[in-house]
C-alpha cells in the first residue's frame, strides 16, 4: 500500500506540473478575454438560473440543471479540498484559488454552450452531450473523444465518488466513532435508491437537497467569522501576501512557496469548481434551453456559487482560526475550525459534508454513466449504476492519501483533451455568443 501511494504521489507531481497549471489558467484568461469579459453578465445568468424555464428541447429543467451540476460540485472540495490546499500550500492557496473560479466563470460558460450546441437525442429521446460530442462533431476527433470519455469514467470513481465517501467516513468516526463500513453501507443504500431512477429522478433530488445545503453550510461559516471578527483583516492580508510571497514555517506547519500556493491553489480550485474539467457540461446538455448561450449563462454560476462564494468562506474561515498552523489537515483541519463553535460546531460541519458529500455522488454518477454510454451504448448503464455503489463502500474504507491523489491524477487526464477543445472551438464560441446576447436582446421577457 505505501508503495501503491508512493507511487501515485510521483505521478500525481508529475501530471500537475507546470505546463497543465500554465494550460489551466491560461485557458481561463484566454476565454475571459474573447468572451469580452463574460462574468459581467452574471446578476443576469443568476436571473435565468433560478427562471425554472421549460421551453425548448431538454430532459430537465435549467435550474434542475445547474442544481445537479452544482451537487456534483460543491462537495469535499468545498470543505476538505480547500483544507488540504491550505495544509500543502499555505493561505496564499486559498487566493489562488479563489482566481481560478473568477476566471473559470469564462471556461464553464465556454464548456456548457459547446455542450448544448453539439448535443444529440439518444434512442431512448433522452438528450446526450458533454465534451466527447463536442470532440466528434465540432473537431472531427473521434480518438480524443474516446479519450475523453474513458477518462471521465474513471474520473467519476475518484472525484465524484471514493473522495466524497472517504471523507465523510473519516468525519463521521473521528466526530462520533461510527465505523467506517457502517457509513459505507448507509451512503451506498442510499445512493442505490436514487440513481436507479436516472437524471430526472437525480434532478428532482438535488433541486431540494443543494438551496438546503449551501445555505446552512454558509450560515455555520458566517457565525464563526462573526466569532472571529477582530482577526479578519488580518487574515486576508495574510491570504493575499502568501499567494504571492509563500509562508514560512510555523507550529505545525511545515512551510510553503509561491510555486506550492499556485499549484494546490490551482489543483484544488479545479477539483472543487470543475471549470475546464468538462463534467458539469455533460449535465447542461439535458437542460430545457432555448439556445446554447442562454444554458452557457445558467452553467456559468455554478462556478461562482461554488468558488467565490463557498470556498471563499471555508478559506477564510480555516486561515482565520489559525487551526492550520498546528499540522492538521484533511477533513480534521475544518473540523478543528468548526469547534469555535461551541457544542454544534462539528455538528454543522458534518451535517454540512454530509450533504455536500451525496448531492456530489449522485451528480457524477450521471456524468460518469453518460462516458460509459457514449464508449458501450445503454446496454451497460444498470451495470455501472451498480458498480458506482458498490465504489461508494469502498472509498468509505480507504486511506485518505491514496483517493486524493487518484482523483487529482484523473482530474488532470479528463481536463487536457477537454482544453484542447475549448481553444481550437474558441472562434465557434464568441460567434454563437455573438448571435445570441451581443447582437441580442438580454431583457429577462425576451431573452
Known amino acids: 500500500m505505501q508503495s501503491l501511494e508512493n507511487f501515485l504521489n510521483q505521478l500525481n507531481n508529475l501530471v500537475w506540473g507546470v505546463p497543465l497549471l500554465i494550460l489551466l489558467f491560461g485557458t481561463h484568461i484566454f476565454l475571459t478575454i474573447k468572451l469580452k469579459f463574460i462574468q459581467k453578465y452574471l446578476v443576469t445568468a443568476i436571473k435565468i438560473s433560478f427562471s425554472k424555464n421549460q421551453e425548448g428541447k431538454g430532459d430537465i429543467t435549467q435550474f434542475g440543471a445547474v442544481t445537479t451540476a452544482l451537487a456534483a460540485t460543491i462537495g469535499t472540495g468545498n470543505i476538505v479540498g480547500?483544507?488540504?490546499?491550505?495544509?500543502?500550500?499555505?493561505?496564499?492557496?486559498?487566493?489562488?484559488?479563489?482566481?481560478?473560479?473568477?476566471?473559470?466563470?469564462?471556461?464553464?460558460?465556454?464548456?456548457?454552450?459547446?455542450?448544448?450546441?453539439?448535443?444529440?437525442?439518444?434512442?431512448?429521446?433522452?438528450?446526450?452531450?458533454?465534451p466527447m460530442?463536442?470532440?466528434?462533431?465540432?473537431?472531427?476527433?473521434?480518438?480524443?473523444a474516446i479519450l475523453f470519455a474513458a477518462f471521465t469514467s474513471i474520473t467519476a470513481f475518484g472525484i465524484g465518488n471514493m473522495v466524497q465517501a472517504n471523507s465523510i467516513s473519516h468525519l463521521l468516526n473521528d466526530t462520533f466513532s461510527v465505523p467506517s463500513f457502517i457509513t459505507g453501507i448507509i451512503l451506498a443504500f442510499l445512493t442505490a435508491v436514487v440513481i436507479i431512477g436516472g437524471i430526472k429522478s437525480i434532478a428532482k433530488v438535488c433541486e431540494r437537497l443543494v438551496p438546503f445545503m449551501a445555505f446552512f453550510y454558509i450560515i455555520g461559516c458566517m457565525i464563526l467569522l462573526i466569532i472571529n471578527y477582530d482577526t479578519i483583516p488580518q487574515s486576508i492580508y495574510l491570504i493575499i501576501k502568501s499567494a504571492f510571497t509563500g509562508h514560512a514555517v510555523i507550529g505545525g506547519f511545515i512551510g510553503a512557496g509561491v510555486k506550492e500556493a499556485i499549484r494546490f491553489g490551482i489543483a484544488r480550485g479545479l477539483f472543487s469548481n470543475e471549470s475546464g474539467l468538462g463534467s458539469a457540461p455533460i449535465v447542461a446538455a439535458a437542460a430545457q434551453t432555448k439556445n446554447p448561450v442562454r444554458q452557457a449563462l445558467v452553467s456559468s454560476t455554478g462556478t461562482f456559487w461554488d468558488t467565490v462564494v463557498v470556498c471563499a468562506f471555508t478559506g477564510l474561515v480555516i486561515v482565520n482560526s489559525y487551526e492550520w498552523t498546528k499540522g492538521y489537515d484533511g477533513a480534521i483541519l475544518t473540523k478543528q475550525a468548526f469547534s469555535d463553535i461551541p457544542f454544534i460546531g462539528p455538528i454543522l460541519l458534518t451535517v454540512g459534508l454530509l450533504t455536500f458529500?451525496?448531492?456530489?455522488?449522485?451528480?457524477?454518477?450521471?456524468?460518469?454513466?453518460?462516458?460509459?454510454?457514449?464508449?458501450?451504448?445503454?446496454?451497460?448503464?444498470?451495470?455501472?449504476?451498480?458498480l458506482w455503489v458498490i465504489f461508494v463502500f469502498i472509498g468509505s474504507v480507504m486511506t485518505l492519501n491514496i483517493v486524493w491523489s487518484f482523483a487529482d491524477i484523473a482530474n488532470a487526464l479528463m481536463a487536457l483533451p477537454n482544453l484542447v477543445s475549448l481553444i481550437f472551438l474558441n472562434k465557434i464560441i464568441v460567434n454563437e455568443t455573438k448571435k445570441y446576447l451581443w447582437d441580442g436582446n438580454i431583457d429577462m421577457e425576451e431573452y
Open 133 to 144: 460530442y463536442v470532440l466528434e462533431k465540432g473537431m472531427n476527433n473521434k480518438s480524443l
Open 82 to 130: 480547500v483544507s488540504t490546499a491550505i495544509a500543502s500550500g499555505g493561505p496564499g492557496a486559498v487566493l489562488w484559488m479563489w482566481l481560478t473560479g473568477v476566471f473559470g466563470i469564462a471556461t464553464k460558460y465556454s464548456e456548457a454552450l459547446l455542450s448544448v450546441k453539439y448535443r444529440i437525442t439518444t434512442e431512448n429521446g433522452l438528450m446526450a452531450g458533454g
Open 357 to 386: 458529500v451525496f448531492s456530489t455522488i449522485l451528480g457524477w454518477s450521471y456524468y460518469g454513466e453518460k462516458a460509459i454510454e457514449y464508449l458501450f451504448g445503454q446496454k451497460f448503464i444498470k451495470t455501472y449504476r451498480w
